[in-house]
């Protein structure tokens, strides 16, 4: 069973701040890197960042939405994913989700989830 577990979600005003963590597991078998989606109300989850596994920095990918205002990063142990959230907006409301990506077949993709971080964003 592998345990992923989100913090640092809260309430700010737009154009503030927020970095988001996960304790993931030092090792997870076929793990190819590691993600962030997050789901709004009355909406699908969406990929919002992820940051996989090559070398000692990896390749991050970001949404158009969050380009140039987030950041993922993770420790060099991969023992932690940050995710840091600068000029918020009312749209980055949502349950925030860390997922680690795992090799199924040929696509790296989310294999495991969290539990998910709200993040409120008000004008």
């Known amino acids: 069973q592998v345990q992923l577990v989100e913090s640092g979600g809260g309430s700010v005003q737009a154009g503030g701040s927020l970095k988001l963590s996960c304790a993931a597991p030092?090792?997870?078998?076929?793990?190819?890197?590691m993600g962030w989606y997050r789901q709004a109300p009355g909406k699908e989850r969406e990929l919002v960042s992820t940051?996989?596994?090559?070398?000692?920095?990896?390749?991050?990918s970001y949404a158009d939405s969050v380009k140039g205002r987030f950041t993922i990063s993770q420790d060099n142990a991969k023992n932690w994913l940050y995710l840091q959230m600068n000029s918020l907006k009312t749209d980055d409301t949502a349950v925030y989700y860390c997922?680690?990506?795992?090799?199924?077949?040929?696509?790296?993709?989310?294999?495991?989830w969290g539990q998910g971080t709200q993040v409120n964003v008000s004008s």
């Open positions: 940051i996989t596994s090559n070398g000692t920095n990896g390749t991050t």
């Open positions: 997922a680690a990506l795992i090799w199924i077949g040929l696509d790296c993709t989310a294999g495991y």
């Open positions: 030092r090792y997870i078998f076929k793990r190819c890197g």
